[in-house]
């Protein structure tokens, strides 16, 4: 699904160059649910911008379904961002005065898909998403969490590749963020939909079946979670128990 070789990407500022990423290999097999954590100026944010093709690279290769990403013209990209990459962010980005439907037949608009098939294919991502009974509720009128929904709804009507998901339960209370962490648990698993979460809260993490690490614009990480959390697990000192009783992969991302 994702192959990127030796990806660099350098800022200058003044006559100094900053690495915010500085030779970075990583593979994501398709149908995976992997987790990419890291304190803040690590690289996190960059190495999205680059996966969702809203960047690019100074340096290195980027494969998405094996065609090189980093060839390829504004255009192409966007093309590539509308057909295969899904993104939710941790601001919701809905328009506020506007029904939940309209905000998930935004992207099919803009791709020249006809309305009764927009409509359609709106619904059934509002169904997957569990808000069926709210379609016509305007943004506004709605909690954070079923703002967060309708934005993995909209994410997803495209039918991507790959789903994109930057801190998205941030702005979120403990048990709201946790019934979004179970979506994606859900559509990983019964979808078989590849999900990228970044997020710099372990706990949220250890809810993927894969922890890649960043430090200083490099991997210093990269473990399988033996026995993914479920959602719902209540927040505690157990996760760093189980984990030292070996049912996480090694500590260096706990």
Known sequence: M?????????????????????????????????????????????????????DVPSKGSYLMDGQPMEKLTDNQLASIRSRKIGFVFQQFNLLSRT???????????????????RKEKALAALEIVGLADRVHHHSNQLSGGEQQRVAIARALVNE????????????????????????????????????????HDPFIAHHTNRIIKLEDGKIVGDE???????????RSDDLFSAAQAGEFASGEVV
């Not at 200058?12 to 995976?32: F, H, K, M, P, W």
């Not at 998930?104 to 803009?110: G, Q, R, S, T």
């Not at 990983?188 to 990228?196: D, I, P, S």
């Not at 399988?224 to 959390?229: E, G, I, R, S, Y």
């Open 2 to 54: 994702i192959e990127v070789k030796d990806l660099k990407k350098v800022y200058r500022l003044g006559t100094s160059r900053v690495y915010a990423l500085n030779g970075v290999d990583l593979t994501i097999q398709d149908g995976e649910m992997v987790a990419i954590v890291g304190p803040s100026g690590s690289g996190k944010s960059t190495l999205m911008a680059i996966l969702g093709c809203l």
């Open 99 to 117: 029904s939940a439907l309209d905000n998930v037949m935004l992207p099919l608009y803009y791709d020249g898909v006809r309305g009764r098939v």
């Open 160 to 199: 991507p590749s790959v789903l994109l998901a930057d801190e998205p339960t941030g702005n979120l209370d403990t048990h709201t963020g946790s019934d979004i962490v179970g979506i994606f648990q859900r559509l990983n698993r019964e979808r078989g939909q590849t999900v990228v979460y970044v997020t």
């Open 224 to 234: 399988q979670v033996k026995n993914p959390l479920k959602a719902g697990t209540p």
